[in-house]
């Protein structure tokens, strides 16, 4: 003779505390390989952004910036955006463990206003006017420091 039976409410309960649990363990999970994920990738923009700044080098040496405008301005969009990136998926990540890339975050945000300013400097066009604003501004500045 077999009984059927029912689990009682102890055993639902239970269920519910190892549902949980899983879930848990899967968010951490899901939260380490996020962090790992964009550790390296910090660590590969630094590597491209060294070689960035030696072809930063030739650009500022060539006599024919034309032939090469284009791809100089995409190439340094792309490294500035995925910086602007970065920045913004580090902002939870704690300075420790961003040691680990062997750079700080302020190492990363100084390198992304070094492109800013170089973005600025070949591609922003500014009229004499401007100039001799920030000039004027610049002069002022000077006499109150």
Known sequence: MTTKHTPGPWTAMKTIRCISAVESALRHIDARHR??????????????????????????????????????????STIMGRGELLLADCADIPEHDFEVTGYSKDALAGNVRYLREKYEQWYIEADDGDVNHLRGLLHERKGHS
């Open 35 to 76: 962090k790992e994920m964009v550790l390296g990738s910090v660590s590969q923009w630094f590597l491209v952004l060294g070689m960035f700044k030696e072809l930063e080098v030739l650009f500022g040496k060539a006599t024919n910036k034309e032939l090469i405008r284009q791809r100089h301005r995409a190439a340094l």
